[in-house]
Nanobody, 116 residues
Framework: VQLVESGGGMVQPGGSLTLSCAASGFTFSSYDMNWVRQAPGKGPEWVSSSPDGVKKYYQDSVKGRFTISRDSALNTLVLEMNSLKPEDTALYYC???????????WGQGTQVTVSS
């Protein structure tokens, strides 16, 4: 199993970024996929998940600003992030699994920094 994130960077408040996670080594369509972030000095925080590309779930603080999507043909998970705030600054991970059952595989993370 391999999960490789990309797309992070530094943006000003109000800006946008799109994160991608390329998945390989397993049947992508059979698993819940998630975005989890970790801010400096804090523990991991679930951001969004999509078990099937139709159902989509978001943490309250990102609802209306972030959009998760998945492409089973390309084995890719995407997180579109708009209206970014400084408090969105974190290392963003793609993770397989669920909060209830546990995340069994994680990518290496991609850094998102929101600062003026």
């Amino acid at each position: 199993v391999q999960l490789v994130e990309s797309g992070g960077g530094m943006v000003q408040p109000g800006g946008s970024l799109t994160l991608s996670c390329a998945a390989s080594g397993f049947t992508f369509s059979s698993y819940d996929m998630n975005w989890v972030r970790q801010a400096p000095g804090k523990g991991p925080e679930w951001v969004s998940s999509s078990p099937d590309g139709v159902k989509k779930y978001y943490q309250d603080s990102v609802k209306g600003r972030f959009t998760i999507s998945r492409d089973s043909a390309l084995n890719t998970l995407v997180l579109e992030m708009n209206s970014l705030k400084p408090e969105d600054t974190a290392l963003y991970y793609c993770a397989r699994g669920s909060a209830a059952a546990g995340y069994d595989f994680w990518g290496q993370g991609t850094q998102v920094t929101v600062s003026s």
